[in-house]
């Protein structure tokens, strides 16, 4: 998933071997907008060379599952499309997610070090008990927005304790870190 609020990128290669055509170039978010290759970050035609590039970004605002499609055509009006679903979601979303996946990792580990680090991960985003009014969860829930990317980030700090130990948690943090990204934009 992404989140929204951030930056989300498409980019590619394309080649048009045989007669020396132009490009152009659009994509399709999902959301009711598209941009064509003029106002793409970078467009660079397979002419001459017959290879060219593209790169560009989008903003969701709001969360849902989006079909994104890439169109480029050449002047002899040949094209190819290509697809792909993305799944936006909101930092509260998120945070629910992460909260499963370290779940997961505590319910398949027996090192009791490593659970007591797990543990506190899981404290910084959803608080110490059903009653605290901290946790990156609650906060979020409060508008706290800065407080809630703080939380995170301690979330993460964690984990990374917890990837010393040889535990896959590589995800979890660089996810964590996205959703502190998108509550302090």
């Given at each position: 998933w992404v989140l929204t609020g951030l930056p989300v990128g498409v980019a590619a290669n394309f080649t048009d071997p045989g007669i020396q055509d132009h490009q152009t170039s659009q994509v399709s978010w999902g959301d009711g907008t598209s941009d064509p290759n003029t106002a793409f970050n970078a467009f660079d035609e397979a002419f001459g060379e017959g290879t060219g590039s593209l790169s560009h970004t989008h903003v969701f605002n709001v969360p849902g599952t989006y079909a994104v499609q890439l169109t480029?055509?050449?002047?002899?009006?040949?094209?190819?499309?290509?697809?792909?679903?993305?799944?936006?979601?909101?930092?509260?979303?998120?945070?629910?997610?992460?909260?499963?996946?370290?779940?997961?990792?505590?319910?398949?580990?027996?090192?009791?070090?490593?659970?007591?680090?797990?543990?506190?991960?899981?404290?910084?985003?959803?608080?110490?008990?059903?009653?605290?009014?901290?946790?990156?969860?609650?906060?979020?829930?409060?508008?706290?927005?800065?407080?809630?990317?703080?939380?995170?980030?301690?979330?993460?700090?964690?984990?990374?304790?917890?990837?010393?130990?040889?535990?896959?948690?590589?995800?979890?943090?660089?996810?964590?870190?996205q959703v502190a990204a998108a509550l302090s934009a």
């Open positions: 480029i055509t050449d002047d002899d009006s040949d094209s190819d499309m290509e697809s792909a679903s993305v799944r936006v979601v909101t930092p509260e979303q998120a945070v629910i997610e992460l909260i499963a996946m370290i779940d997961a990792v505590i319910a398949s580990t027996t090192d009791t070090g490593v659970l007591a680090d797990l543990r506190q991960a899981r404290i910084a985003l959803t608080g110490t008990n059903e009653n605290s009014h901290n946790g990156a969860l609650k906060m979020i829930r409060a508008g706290e927005n800065e407080a809630a990317a703080a939380f995170a980030l301690t979330s993460a700090t964690w984990l990374e304790r917890v990837a010393e130990s040889g535990a896959d948690v590589a995800v979890p943090i660089a996810l964590l870190k």
